[in-house]
């Protein structure tokens, strides 16, 4: 098993622009989450899906959208680029449970200048 | 409302010194706690977990934590630091709920120096 994959590993976006984080597990989780990670600020929730077609808003959910259209995917896309939205992302997935271990992608590196 | 403290954003020991990260939890119900490593550049790892089984836990790498409901606590511990232990550690709590989203303290970075 691969576990989590997220692509790109790093971008550099120019203020306005748009993109798309992806982030696919073969673990055929129900659950799976976006993280942002910022110095001193630990990880902050963004969105998550219980499963395919429901997803929900999390901590810091504002200019994010996301999908889930199948079991396996769950792309972030950011929808005009901001300054403040210089971080880390990571994609995670768990099984159904939250006692389940929930399993983190690499990350993938965001600089918007 | 749930929410999580650490205490120390740096912690600094050395080779074979004993290991202590702190975590206080606030939490309505009864909690989910989780202990995670991050090594530089990579993703987050699981130490170990307390699901209301043995109050202490065992995890990877010699790590264990001990639930103290009255304190509201899990500390994480280690009887001798290693330096490959580096890295930095977050706790997490969430609720017995099967949806329940995992909330993070904002990280303790262990620093062991020889």
């Known amino acids: 098993n691969a576990g989590v994959t997220q692509t790109p590993k790093f971008q550099v976006l120019k203020t306005g622009q748009s993109m798309t984080l992806q982030c696919a597990q073969d673990?055929?989780?129900?659950?799976m989450s976006w993280y942002r990670q910022d110095p001193g600020m630990g990880l902050r929730l963004i969105h998550y899906?219980?499963?395919?077609?429901?997803?929900d808003q999390g901590e810091v959910p504002n200019g994010y959208n996301v999908s889930r259209s199948t079991t396996e995917d769950f792309p972030l896309r950011l929808l005009s680029a901001a300054p403040s939205q210089t971080s880390v992302y990571f994609c995670a997935s768990r099984g159904a449970g939250v006692q389940e271990t929930q399993y983190f992608g690499p990350g993938t590196r965001l600089l918007v200048l | 409302a749930q929410s999580v403290t650490q205490l120390g954003s740096h912690v600094s020991v050395s080779e074979g010194a004993l290991v202590l990260l702190r975590c206080n939890y606030s939490s309505s119900v009864p909690p989910y706690l989780f202990w995670y490593v991050q090594y530089p550049n990579q993703g987050l790892q699981l130490l170990l977990k307390?699901?209301?089984?043995?109050?202490l836990v065992k995890g990877i790498n010699g790590f264990e934590a001990e639930f103290k409901k009255s304190e509201t606590s899990f500390h994480l511990t280690k009887p001798s630091a290693h330096m490959r232990d580096a890295a930095e550690y977050f706790c997490a709590v969430s609720e017995q709920q099967g949806y329940s989203t995992l909330t993070f303290g904002k990280g303790t970075m262990l620093l062991v120096s020889p």
């Open positions: 673990m055929n989780h129900e659950y």
């Open positions: 899906s219980v499963g395919a077609g429901i997803t």
């Open positions: 307390y699901t209301s089984a043995a109050t």
